[in-house]
Nanobody, 120 residues
Framework: QVQLVESGGGLVQAGGSLKLSCAAS????????MGWYRQAPGKPRELVAK???????NYADSVKGRFTISSNNAKNTVYLQMNSLKPEDTAVYYC??????????????WGQGTQVTVSS
């Protein structure tokens, strides 16, 4: 089993910053990628940013230039630095990890989610 523990959400004014962290533990064996997704009320879950074990990143167009994803592979931790936050960034943010376990079975795990609220 794999556990993803998120932290860093909260309430911030528009233009402010927050940093999310997600630590993965358990039967990870080999992580291919970790990322952040978000889901606002009444909307589907969407990719915010993703980083591979090799350091390749991709971002949703709506957050490019404002958000930065990074990772510490030794600690199996991924971060999301969010700057210039907008009210439309308000959502529950979910950490995701995918890879293979020591039996070569693929996995795709989600964290419990952390609320980010941006006030105008």
């Amino acid at each position: 089993q794999v556990q993803l523990v998120e932290s860093g959400g909260g309430l911030v004014q528009a233009g402010g910053s927050l940093k999310l962290s997600c630590a993965a533990s358990g039967s990870l064996y080999s992580i291919y990628a970790m990322g952040w997704y978000r889901q606002a009320p009444g909307k589907p879950r969407e990719l915010v940013a993703k980083i591979t074990s090799g350091g390749n990143t991709n971002y949703a167009d709506s957050v490019k230039g404002r958000f930065t994803i990074s990772s510490n592979n030794a600690k199996n931790t991924v971060y999301l630095q969010m700057n210039s936050l907008k009210p439309e960034d308000t959502a529950v943010y979910y950490c995701n990890a995918n890879g293979i376990d020591d039996s070569a079975r693929g996995y795709n795990y989600w964290g419990q989610g952390t609320q980010v609220t941006v006030s105008s």
